[in-house]
C-alpha cells in the first residue's frame, strides 16, 4: 500500500501565497483555502476587502474536490441537467460546491489535497487554485499531467483554457494578503 503524500506546513504556506500572487496579479481579492488529502483545513487566508462569502466557499471548494476525486468545475459539468452528477448539491445537503475554483493537487497519481479560491469570477478563483497547485513543488508540479485543466493535453499546456462558466461573481479589487496558519 503506498502512502497518502502530505504536504508540509512550508509547502501549504507556499501553494497559499502562490494563490494569492496569482489574484494580486488579477487585481481581485481572495480566500484561499487548503485541505489535506483527507478534506481536513490546513490553511486558510482571506485578503483584506474579500467577499465574506469566500470564507465559506473557498473552504468548501477545496473539501468538494478532494471528497470527489475531481476540480469543481468538472464537477459543475458534470451536475448539469442529464450529467452524471445531477443534483449532487442537494444530495449533499450543500456539503459539496460545483463552482470553479477548487483544484486538486496530486503527487505520484494520489490527491495528496486540493486548493479552493473565492472572491472572482469562476475562471480567476480557478487560475489562482491552479498558481497554487502548481506552487506544491520548486520545479511546478508532483505530478504535471494531473493538475493541467481538464481536456488538456499536457504537451500542449500553454494552448487556451477549455471555457469556463462564469456564475456571476463580481471581481474584486486590491490586495493585501493575511494568512492564519491551520
Same mark, same amino acid.
Given at each position: 500500500?503506498r502512502?497518502?503524500?502530505?504536504l +508540509?506546513?512550508?509547502?501549504?504556506?507556499?501553494?497559499?501565497?502562490?494563490?494569492?500572487?496569482?489574484a494580486?496579479?488579477l487585481?481581485?481579492?481572495?480566500?484561499?483555502?487548503?485541505?489535506?488529502?483527507?478534506?481536513?483545513?490546513?490553511?486558510?487566508?482571506?485578503? +483584506?476587502?474579500?467577499?465574506?462569502a469566500?470564507?465559506?466557499?473557498?473552504?468548501?471548494? @477545496?473539501?468538494s474536490a478532494v471528497?470527489?476525486?475531481?476540480d469543481? +468545475?468538472?464537477?459543475?459539468?458534470?451536475?448539469q441537467?442529464?450529467?452524471?452528477?445531477?443534483?449532487?448539491?442537494?444530495?449533499?445537503?450543500g456539503?459539496f460546491?460545483?463552482?470553479?475554483g477548487?483544484?486538486?493537487?496530486?503527487?505520484?497519481?494520489q490527491?495528496?489535497? @486540493?486548493?479552493?479560491v473565492?472572491?472572482?469570477?469562476?475562471a480567476?478563483?480557478?487560475?489562482?487554485a491552479?498558481?497554487?497547485?502548481?506552487a506544491?513543488?520548486?520545479?511546478?508540479?508532483?505530478?504535471e499531467e494531473? @493538475?493541467?485543466?481538464?481536456?488538456?493535453?499536457?504537451?500542449t499546456?500553454s @494552448?487556451?483554457?477549455?471555457?469556463?462558466?462564469?456564475?456571476?461573481?463580481?471581481?474584486r479589487?486590491?490586495?493585501?494578503?493575511?494568512?492564519?496558519?491551520g
Open positions: 500500500m502512502q497518502v503524500p502530505e +508540509d506546513d512550508a509547502e501549504a504556506d507556499r501553494v497559499i501565497q502562490a494563490a494569492l500572487e496569482q494580486r496579479q487585481a481581485i481579492k481572495v480566500s484561499a483555502a487548503l485541505v489535506d488529502s483527507g478534506g481536513q483545513l490546513k490553511r486558510f487566508a482571506r485578503m +483584506d476587502g474579500a467577499e465574506i469566500g470564507v465559506t466557499l473557498a473552504p468548501q471548494k @477545496a473539501f471528497a470527489n476525486s475531481a469543481t +468545475d468538472e464537477l459543475g459539468r458534470q451536475a441537467p442529464g450529467g452524471d452528477l445531477y443534483g449532487i448539491e442537494a444530495a449533499s445537503g456539503a460546491t460545483v463552482v470553479g477548487g483544484v486538486l493537487i496530486r503527487s505520484d497519481g490527491i495528496a489535497g @486540493a486548493v479552493g473565492s472572491g472572482g469570477t469562476a480567476e478563483d480557478r487560475a489562482c491552479q498558481a497554487a497547485a502548481h506544491w513543488t520548486e520545479e511546478g508540479l508532483q505530478d494531473a @493538475a493541467l485543466p481538464v481536456g488538456l493535453d499536457p504537451r499546456a @494552448a487556451a483554457q477549455p471555457d469556463l462558466q462564469d456564475f456571476g461573481q463580481p471581481a479589487r486590491g490586495a493585501k494578503p493575511q494568512v492564519q496558519a
